[in-house]
């Protein structure tokens, strides 16, 4: 009689058979049903001549040549401010009155200078006449003479440190109004009336003021653009603020040294500013348009992003395929301008280069 343990046994058996029969079979449909190769196109680096527009990014400036900070001449008390950012003013409208003890210290040395001047004016006169006839000595006559002129070095100085501070020699009032020293807008205001301003070692400025018209606009130009952007180089300017206009100038200056963080150069072009239309730290864009005779192209789809890296397959051989670091600029949807890692008439995976590994096979 057979027993159960037999019966089991033949039974794993028979199921170990079953699934190694299945195997087989299975990997010889396979082997006689081979997997479809996959669809790859491929285009050549080709290389044209192409008219491009570099777009460089930019925002509007003051010249600094024409910007004054108005800065007061001594300590004191702000009586008024008499401007508000955005007014226009003229040269030699009052911006600010200043009440200053430092103003009437400085008036009181100067009425003294005057005082000692007139007096030892009148005895360098006197002493002189007596001299010419021989009533005082030379000595005497020369003291005189030193005296008088030391006073009037004294009232030199005492005069010009009142015109310094911007006060009059006529009037005996501790008030100066501080004055704008050019035709401009009054960008902003540093103090406000009744506010006790310091010295001018370190006070604020009581205001800022810019002639506008001519303005900059300053762009950040990337070093391997530099071959296209030199000084005198025709641009066409884009303001934000005026959609569907545009201006043409001149790139002014290019800077000599580049920005170690973001590795791009200021690049400056001066504009004239009729109205007042373009406005400081608004955004603008400076267009150079330039020709390349030679330049390598490839389909924008053969070009690959991972990471931080730009690369694309290229053909080696025949079904044989390498991944390539590349750079490349955009020209338009659909082509790009190969820069660097690719020649002339290689060709690249243009579709289905997901699907490839480097160095891979199809």
Request: net charge neutral.
């Amino acid at each position: 009689m057979i027993s159960s343990m037999t019966v089991r046994r033949t039974f794993l058996a028979a199921c170990s058979l079953i699934v190694l029969v299945s195997f087989a079979c299975k990997k010889h449909e396979e082997a006689s049903n081979p997997a479809p190769p996959i669809a790859l196109k491929t285009a050549a680096v080709r290389v044209e001549a192409i008219d491009d527009v570099l777009e460089i990014p930019a925002r509007i400036v003051p010249d600094p040549g024409r910007v004054v900070r108005v800065f007061p001449p001594a300590g004191g008390r702000l009586i008024h401010v008499e401007v508000r950012p955005g007014d226009q003013v003229v040269r030699g409208r009052s911006v600010a009155i200043l009440e200053s003890s430092d103003i009437w210290q400085a008036r009181s040395d100067y009425n003294k200078a005057r005082a000692e001047d007139d007096r030892l004016s009148r005895t360098f006169k006197r002493t002189k006449l007596l001299f010419e006839h021989k009533v005082v000595s030379e000595r005497e006559f020369e003291d005189a003479q030193a005296n008088f002129a030391e006073a009037q070095a004294e009232l030199d100085r005492a005069s010009a440190r009142l015109r310094l501070l911007g006060a009059s020699t006529d009037n005996n009032s501790n008030q100066i109004s501080l004055t704008a020293p050019l035709a401009g807008t009054v960008l902003s205001i540093g103090a406000t009336t009744g506010e006790i301003s310091k010295s001018t070692d370190n006070s604020d400025a009581i205001c800022t003021i810019a002639d506008l018209s001519t303005i900059w606009i300053l762009g950040d130009v990337f070093e391997k653009d530099l071959v296209s952007v030199l000084p005198g180089s025709k641009v066409e300017i884009a303001v934000s603020a005026y959609p569907g206009e545009s201006w043409t100038g001149k790139v002014a200056q290019v800077s000599d040294f580049v920005d170690p963080t973001s590795r791009t150069l200021k690049l400056r072009v001066v504009m004239p500013n009729p109205g007042r239309k373009f406005k400081p730290d608004m955004f603008a864009s400076i267009r150079v348009r330039r020709h390349q005779p030679q330049a390598m192209l490839i389909p924008a789809s053969a070009v690959l992003h991972e990471g931080g890296d730009t690369s694309a397959m290229v053909q080696t051989a025949a079904g044989k395929y390498e991944r390539r670091l590349i750079q490349v600029r955009p020209l338009n949807a659909q082509d790009a301008v190969v820069l660097k890692g690719l020649n002339s008439g290689e060709q690249v995976v243009t579709e289905g280069a997901a699907m490839l590994r480097g160095g891979g096979e199809n």
